[in-house]
């Protein structure tokens, strides 16, 4: 017999990623920005690029508050991440 999962027992299993959550307006879900440098082909110059993740959330988390999340089976149409360690809130000087 196949094994169902519960949203508590997601396999998260995949990518990790390290970004500042963008968004908490949605329930249940955070967007992530994650920035990384990615170094020009014919310019050798370092570019920033970031993208914008959704993330399942159970608990609840602060703009800007920097959070660790994984790749897991897709969860909604565009959501397929998991916050899976939320570190300390950034304080905003």
Not at 74 to 84: A, E, N, Q, R, T
């Amino acid at each position: 017999m196949a094994e169902q999962e519960t949203k508590k027992d997601m396999k998260a299993e995949g990518k990790l990623f390290t970004g500042k959550v963008a968004s908490n307006k949605m329930t249940k879900t955070v967007v992530v920005e994650v920035m990384r440098y990615v170094k020009h082909p014919k310019y050798q110059k370092f570019l920033k690029k970031i993208k914008r993740y959704k993330a399942h959330a159970e608990g609840q988390y602060e703009i800007g508050q920097t959070v660790t999340i994984q790749e897991c089976r897709p969860l909604s149409k565009d959501k397929s991440f998991i916050v899976v360690e939320a570190n300390k809130l950034q304080a905003k000087s």
